[in-house]
């Protein structure tokens, strides 16, 4: 085909089309690389694309909160529980920010939230656990860790 006929909107048997940016994928490369604040970006890039997506949305709050920016990391949360009321690992995360922040109530209740529909991986056993763990120290009145297991 020739560059006239490409140019008016014709195909090009042999020249692939350009492709979008994975921001997502990105976003998680820089993290695993340890750079946050550049995979913070990306996800903000990658949720202009896919605004609702809570994956996108759990990592963001989760490179914000690795950043020291609970706030934004509680918004993200928030906004991908809108999306999918039941995902644990929203509730598992914002449950350990707003203890961090003092609401105990807040937390409990996305402990409960998290436990009522825990993930059910080998691996996700010690998160349930301390999940466990917490909420019973929670409801007994006694002082709670606020970080969550690494």
């Known amino acids: 085909m020739s560059w006239w006929s ?4 014709g195909k090009s048997g042999g020249s692939p ?28 890039l990658a949720l202009r694309d896919r605004p609702n997506d809570t994956k996108i949305l759990q990592n963001m709050a989760i490179a914000f909160t690795k950043t020291n920016r609970p706030e934004e990391a509680i918004r993200c949360y928030r906004s991908a529980l809108e999306s999918a009321p039941h995902l644990s690992g929203a ?9 961090k922040r003092g609401d105990r109530a807040g937390a409990e209740k996305h402990f409960e939230a998290f ?16 999940a466990e763990s917490t909420l019973q120290t929670l409801r007994s ?5 606020e970080e969550p297991e690494q």
């Open 91 to 99: 509730h598992y995360g914002l449950a350990f920010l707003l203890l």
């Open 17 to 44: 089309r350009p492709q979008r940016l994975d921001y997502l994928s990105e976003a998680m490369a820089l993290e695993r690389q340890g750079d946050y604040d550049a995979a913070l970006t990306s996800y903000r």
């Open 115 to 130: 436990l009522a529909k825990p993930p059910s991986s080998l691996e996700a056993e010690r998160w349930v656990r301390h």
């Open 6 to 9: 490409r140019l008016l909107g």
């Open 141 to 145: 009145g006694e002082a709670v860790s």
